[in-house]
């Protein structure tokens, strides 16, 4: 059992590229986050998705997309990367009821330049 | 003002102190998530709690409801327990969760 995996772990990037971010989860959770942590700042929500097919925006959307083809993947993505994108990224997932742990994932550390 | 406040930011102890790490929120919630990062690791959750205590080991968590407030608790500390750890709220009916700015614990040996 995997739990939440994110791949890749990490990744430079120049300034104007793209890429994506692919976090899995194999726990048959409906609620996947994505966050950005920043030094000296707690865990910012970017998107999230409560279910296949939705996704929404959190704190800090700009500069991101995110997709949820499919309940155990959700996908971030980065179209022209800036240097404040520059980060740790993390993935979390959680069943729907209220009362249950989220499980993360190991982290992106993500340096464009 | 951060609906999450944590206190100390910082801690250095010796290693067999009694360790206390605070959270104060804003907010009414559902619970109150205790995580553990270690450096260049992955996040751990700890505790999920909505009332009263949970133990596990050589820590344990309270939560006040009333005071909006909730302490995490190491005994015997160790190096090993070095980490920072950070707590998180979700609020009533909210679907995500807000996150505290996070205590780096330095246990020296």
């Known amino acids: 059992n995997a739990g939440v995996t994110q791949t890749p772990k990490f990744r430079v990037l120049k300034t104007g590229q793209s890429m994506t971010l692919l976090c899995a989860q194999d726990?048959?959770?409906?609620?996947m986050y994505w966050y950005r942590q920043d030094p000296g700042m707690g865990l910012r929500l970017i998107h999230y998705?409560?279910?296949?097919?939705?996704?929404a925006k959190g704190e800090v959307p700009d500069g991101y997309n995110v997709s949820r083809l499919k309940k155990q993947n959700f996908l971030l993505g980065l179209e022209s990367a800036a240097p404040s994108q520059t980060s740790v990224y993390f993935c979390?997932?959680?069943?729907?009821?209220?009362?249950?742990?989220?499980?993360f994932g190991q982290g992106t550390r993500l340096t464009v330049v | 003002k951060n609906e999450v406040e944590q206190s100390p930011q910082n801690l250095t102890a010796q290693e067999g102190e009694f360790i206390t790490i605070n959270c104060s929120y804003s907010?009414?919630?559902?619970?109150l998530h205790w995580l553990q990062q270690h450096p260049g690791g992955g996040i751990v959750s700890l505790f999920m709690?909505?009332?009263g205590k949970k133990k596990h080991g050589r820590l344990i968590a309270t939560i006040n409801i009333q005071e909006k407030h909730s302490s995490l608790h190491i005994t015997a500390s160790h190096p090993r327990d070095s980490a920072v750890y950070i707590c998180?709220?979700?609020?009533?009916?909210?679907?995500?969760?807000?996150f505290g700015q996070g205590t780096r614990l330095t246990i020296n040996p």
């Open positions: 979390a997932s959680k069943e729907w009821t209220r009362r249950t742990e989220a499980f």
């Open positions: 726990m048959n959770h409906e609620y």
């Open positions: 998705s409560v279910g296949e097919g939705t996704t």
């Open positions: 907010v009414g919630i559902s619970a």
């Open positions: 709690l909505s009332s």
């Open positions: 998180a709220v979700r609020g009533q009916g909210a679907q995500k969760l807000v």
